[in-house]
């Protein structure tokens, strides 16, 4: 075969791809189309992370548009029209800026997911010197890195499946829910739109708005939207949804009126699921000329009729004074759907410019810096930064200009932990983790993040019902961090078998893994004298290092030595015992 038959057979690698998606972003086409922008990086991560199977209209219309019901016309459509729009923006950007590209990028139609090849005109001249970066801050793999993705790839995709096929043989499923202390739990099933799409901006925005109030109720379990929604693609009843979540109070809401008329009728009705009884219900009948007003009035008053319903529960929530820019809130749910889990630096890049345009849209907001303080912090953390001293000065920067505005925002406070914990000054990351707890009482996020850093400070007893709150408020949304988190600290209480478990677990779901939980995943596999896995495993770890020291990672995020080593010196155990 001719060598240049050779590359025609070839795929462009993961890195090669994510580099394209970076020339693309940065394009004068996508840089100021912000919704383009993160529907094209959200297809193309879940591809290259192989969960290329869940790119469905309503999963988008979910993750990247924030619409929540499956059933309504206009969810279908807008995907649909957006996909269009992404095919014609990436034609004119082949046909101009991207023509000499070496990597070409294409969403067929009839589908939604991404299809990558080498430009034909260009790929003769592809090598590794010819991979650039055109943003300084971005850390691009280097030359001998990107040789080794050749090999990290395959093996990731055998190890995956391998680990998968152990977990099934064990007839484990994941439908235990992680149960924390007596608090009751709440699910909000997410407003009915009978009105048309007048209606559908105030049934999504109202769910929202009372889940986030609730979430800042101490004493309260409140199951976040991300494991409803997934519950609610394959369960249309919400108490079918309520069963399988396996919480005790469900709120459900409706709105009606013509399409065009603009009088509308809201009804909010709270359940016991274990009595079937109806705890509380109201009527509400309102023009529908100013939605965020009336999200505003309406979840005040659910949440404090629901809070009489409720025994032991005290509602004091006080909302912020700023009335956030509309597209500034809808921009900012969108970057948080992209960042998290936010391990990933491409993801990172791709939610930091959404929140910089957050900013741009409404500068009193508190949003748009925490957000950016956000990803600055993680991406010194996992030590995906070229400049982490100027990182960390920009998440202290914009963390207090965030809470300048709202002292109330937490994910300030935990942008701010993590940056002190990548100085190793663990009292101070322990201090603002705290305060971000308080302020956010019921965030999964906050409350996996506090459980690791008390485990960095060395107390993972401590850290550990923090973590099993985290998992039992988000259940069910493959991906977040939580059962990774929990799987971590368990590790480091002595629980192995319970540690290996949560992360098999997360890698059946198709949760998100990196090379730090990986060394981790190993390590409890080698605790339990699985030694050939582990060592499986491991040779995938070892051929990443270059791009992610693992070892490095532990030794900055842990105060103790002791804690180090119980992850070491499992793993030294695949290096001294031979095949």
Request: net charge neutral.
């Amino acid at each position: 075969m001719k060598q240049a038959e050779k590359q025609n057979n070839q795929v462009p690698t993961a890195a090669q791809v994510q580099q394209q998606l970076t020339r693309i972003l940065a394009s004068s086409l996508f840089s100021h189309a912000n919704k383009l922008s993160i529907f094209l990086s959200y297809i193309i991560d879940e591809t290259l992370a192989g969960r290329a199977g869940r790119i469905k209209g309503f999963t988008i219309a979910s993750e990247v548009f924030g619409r929540s019901n499956s059933g309504d016309a206009d969810t279908t459509t807008i995907v649909r029209v957006e996909a269009g729009r992404l095919r014609r923006h990436l034609y004119d950007y082949y046909q101009s800026e991207g023509q000499n590209d070496p990597v070409y990028i294409e969403i067929p139609k009839g589908c939604y997911v991404p299809v990558f090849e080498f430009n034909k005109t260009t790929h003769s001249e592809l090598n590794s010197s010819s991979i650039f970066s055109l943003n300084e801050t971005i850390q691009i793999p280097t030359a001998q890195n990107t040789r080794y993705l050749f090999f990290i790839i395959p093996l990731l995709f055998f190890v995956t499946i391998l680990t998968w096929q152990l977990y099934s043989l064990n007839g484990e499923t994941d439908d235990s829910i992680e149960h924390n202390l007596d608090y009751p739990s709440v699910m909000v099933f997410p407003f009915e739109n009978h009105h048309g799409s007048s209606g559908e901006m105030l049934a999504k925005g109202l769910t929202e708005d009372i889940i986030t109030d609730l979430s800042r109720i101490p004493g309260l379990n409140v199951i976040a939207l991300t494991s409803v929604l997934s519950l609610k693609e394959s369960m249309n009843d919400y108490m079918d949804v309520a069963h399988k979540l396996d919480v005790k109070y469900v709120l459900h809401g409706s709105l009606r009126g013509g399409e065009q008329s603009n009088n509308i009728r809201i009804t909010a009705q709270l359940y016991d699921r274990l009595s079937g009884s109806q705890l509380w219900a109201k009527r509400f009948d309102r023009k529908i000329s100013d939605t965020l007003r009336i999200q505003d009035e309406l979840s005040t008053t659910i949440i404090q009729g629901m809070a009489k319903s409720l025994p032991g529960i005290n509602y004091q929530v006080k909302r912020s004074n700023h009335e956030v820019n509309i597209k500034a809130y809808e921009l900012y749910k969108q970057a948080m759907n992209i960042l998290n889990p936010p391990a990933d630096p491409w993801r990172m890049i791709t939610a930091r410019r959404a929140f910089e345009r957050v900013i741009e849209l409404d500068s009193d907001w508190a949003g748009g810096y925490a957000g950016a303080a956000y990803t600055y912090a993680f991406n010194v953390w996992w030590g995906h930064s070229k400049e982490p001293d100027k990182e960390l000065a920009q998440t202290f920067e914009l963390a207090n200009k965030a809470l300048a505005l709202d002292h109330s925002f937490g994910m300030a406070n935990s942008a701010l932990a993590f940056a002190y914990l990548s100085q190793r000054n663990f009292d101070k990351a322990l201090s603002h983790s705290e305060l971000a707890i308080k302020s956010q009482p019921g965030d999964p996020y906050v409350l996996a993040y506090h459980a690791y850093i008390h485990c960095a400070n060395g107390d993972a007893e401590t850290g550990l019902p923090f973590a099993q709150r985290a998992l039992r408020i988000d259940p069910a949304f493959s991906r977040t961090p939580f059962l990774n988190i929990l799987g971590l600290i368990n590790f480091h209480t002595g629980k192995h078998a319970r540690a290996l478990e949560l992360f098999e677990r997360n890698i059946k779901r198709g949760g998100p893994s990196n090379p730090g939980i990986q060394a981790y995943q190993a390590a409890a596999l080698a605790s339990l004298g699985r030694l050939d896995e582990a060592r499986s495993l491991y040779q995938l770890i070892e051929l990443q290092k270059e791009i992610f020291d693992y070892e490095e990672w532990l030794r900055r995020s842990f105060r103790n030595e002791n804690e180090v080593k119980k992850v070491l010196n499992e793993l030294q155990k695949i290096t001294s015992v031979k095949p």
